[in-house]
């Protein structure tokens, strides 16, 4: 009987001591500590919390000047100012404005509390998460997931790292232009050091980065110096870091030019084909009965181009018109040299499995991971017979590879296009089975400065197939359905450059 009575005292203390504890907020450190609470009171409908009190729990009072009520307070290596009756802080000397002001209480200088949580997210803490689950916030200093940036000018472009110490995904990130004089890139769940990043920069087209912090993002604003071209952002597999590429030229368009010879430049007028591999270096893939990739592309190539000289009055430019050797990075250079307006590499597939067969059609992908090298790992294999594999190695290094890829990125939209245009007429005239429009890091593709597509015509490891591929009808088809999709493509591209 006295057991329950006390049992029962204890649970009145308990209830009683709920609406005392609710008048706090309470914090803790990462590592174990206990929590701590922050005097609070209930104002305009909210909770306020004492600063006062919080810095002397987690920070150092400094002085305190009572006529002004004003709070200095240091707190993880930054002074922080609060004036009384003020919407307006400081830290380490700098501005910052709340929604509301700061109003004296009972225990000095009170803020409300999710407004004093957006204040640490903003410096000291940045990772103190704003709904804490367990009943406190928990501080853990100095934990910014964007460190620094920096800036690159090349050539033909600026590349924008953004150091992060979290892994961030692409999904997080999201870049757009507002015009031609800015562009916006967020970062969702990001942080940073607001005063350590602001940058300005007297040269290249980069004028200013301003980093803002919005309730759950960061955004940089870029004010630009110029019009871009064109611009692509990864995730650097290997540090983590945010990579923007942004793709400009420094020469100005010569304004001798008249609108009409400005769009006559983007007519499809020349066609550069590539036939693939080529030379006793390079047969490519070899069938079952000894057929030779080599020899097949050549063929299907010059099929091709005499239809396209034909049929459309086009200029056509092989990058091996024999069987010669042609290293992988010098096809792009022929194209380019020619003034192509489109470019078609041609290949036949193979498997381990000799059941695999049918078509697909790859363009550049924007990445260089691992699994888009290892797609195009049979194509690109020849690299290792050249002299020069270091030029290789460096271009599909992450950096080097969306450099490398700028040019070509531009175009993707419209390689796309093409791929998607061979793919349909292959399924509808071949009667083989399509494998559809697919990415890879093929090196062959990464150069030309013109829509580019690289197109696997068939298994040459598959017997159906492979028969299919040495009869001249089946060649002549296969050239007639690219021809056809070329046309297409020229049609519509050219018609809405007229528009
Ligand atoms: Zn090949």
Redo the contacts with the bound molecule.
Sequence with gaps: MLNIKKYLLVLMLCCLAIPAFAQVVSFRLTGGAEAQHVFASELYGAKWMSLNHFFKLFGEIGEIDTRTWTLTATLSGKEYKFYANSAFYQINGKWHHLPTTVERLSYGLYIPEAEFIRVLKLDAFPDVLSDPSDGHYILSPGAFSVTDISIREMKNGTIVRIGTNTAFRKEHCRVWQGGSQYLYFSIYGATADMNHLTRSYSEGVIREIVPVMAKDMLQFNVKLRMKIDGMDYYIDPETQDIIISLRHSYQKETTALDENSIKNRWLIDTIVIDP??GGKKSP??IGPDGTL??DI?LDVSRRLGKLLESKLGVKVVYTRDKDIFVPLWQRPKIANEAGGKLFV??????SESSRAYGTETFLLSPKSTEQSIAIAA??NK?IELEDDKERYEKMLSPEQYILSTMAQSVYMKESEVLAQAVETKFGSRLGTHTRGVKQASFIVLIGPAMPAI?T?IGFISNWKELSNLKKDSYRQEIAYSLYLAISDFKENYEREIKE
């Design positions: 693939g591999h490519g893939a990739e080599k592309t590499s041609i290949h036949c597939n193979s049979a194509e020849v690289l696997e």
